[in-house]
Nanobody, 119 residues
Framework: VQLVESGGGLVQPGGSLRLSCVAT????????MGWYRQAPGKQRELVAK???????NYATTLKGRFTISRDNTKNTVDLQMNSLEPEDTAVYYC??????????????WGQGTQVTVSS
């Protein structure tokens, strides 16, 4: 299973970016999909996640600026990021999670895509 992120880059404060993650080797439909980020010197943190049923959960610090969505037919999960702030600068990682049984979970990570917010 591979998760490949794209869409990162350099953007000015107040700008927008749309990250995309495409999965190969498995269908994402039974997975909870998420976006995490890790800034230099900080721990990786949850940005947003979307369950297999489509329920979403966001980091409270985002103040409604980001939107996660999934397209099971394309095997993709996107993160629309608006009103970006310098504090959003980080490597963003795509994650897939599924409980297989009480002994085992399937967890996959992408390689990450850099987002830099700077003037």
């Amino acid at each position: 299973v591979q998760l490949v992120e794209s869409g990162g880059g350099l953007v000015q404060p107040g700008g927008s970016l749309r990250l995309s993650c495409v999965a190969t080797g498995t269908m994402i439909s039974p997975y909870e999909m998420g976006w995490y980020r890790q800034a230099p010197g900080k721990q990786r943190e949850l940005v947003a996640k979307i369950t297999a049923e489509g329920r979403t959960n966001y980091a409270t610090t985002l103040k409604g600026r980001f939107t996660i969505s999934r397209d099971n037919t394309k095997n993709t999960v996107d993160l629309q990021m608006n009103s970006l702030e310098p504090e959003d600068t980080a490597v963003y990682y795509c994650n897939a999670f599924r409980v297989v049984n009480i002994f085992h979970n399937n967890v996959y990570w992408g390689q990450g895509t850099q987002v830099t917010v700077s003037s």
